[in-house]
C-alpha cells in the first residue's frame, strides 16, 4: 500500500464513524457555493467518498524581486479544534508543501472569542500576545516560530 492509498483509507477510517454522510454547514459566514457543495446527494461524502476541506488563509509577503515568504493558516475562533479528518488533510497538504521554497509552515491559529482583540490568542497550541500575532504575520519572529508542530510529528 503506498501513502497515497495509506491516506485515503485512513480518512475512510474516519468517515465510518459518521453517523451521516456529508456535515451540514454550521455557520453562515461561507459563500453560496461553500453551502450548496454540501447538499447535492450525488456528492454525499460517506456514500461516495468526496471530502471538503477549506484551508483559512494562504498568506504570503511579496517581496521585490523575489518569491517572498509565505504559509498556510487554519483559523479556528471560540476554541475550536481541527476534526481528526481535517488535520490529516492539512498533514497531507503540507507534507507536500514542505521543501517549497520560502515555506514558513502550516500553522492553527485558535480565538478564545472571534480575533485577538476580544479573548485569547493560541498560535499552534501556545498562548501569544496580540503584538506576537503582528509580527508573525510579517515574518519577523524567529525560525522556530515558524515550525510546523500542529500535528505532532
Known sequence: MNELQRFAAELDRIDDKKKS???KVQYTSKSPFSTWIRTPTELDSKKYGFRNYD?????????R???????????KTRNGRMSPGQKDM??????????IVNYKGFHLLVFSNTT????YTYLDGETITRKDLIEFLEFKKSDDWYETTIFGD
Not at 485577538?116 to 479573548?119: F, K, M, Q, S
Open 21 to 23: 454522510g456529508t456535515r
Open 65 to 75: 524581486n523575489s518569491a517572498g515568504f509565505w504559509m498556510r493558516i487554519e483559523e
Open 116 to 119: 485577538p482583540d476580544n479573548g
Open 55 to 63: 484551508v483559512d488563509h494562504v498568506w504570503m509577503k511579496k517581496e
Open 90 to 99: 492539512f498533514r497531507h497538504i503540507h507534507e507536500t508543501t514542505n521543501d
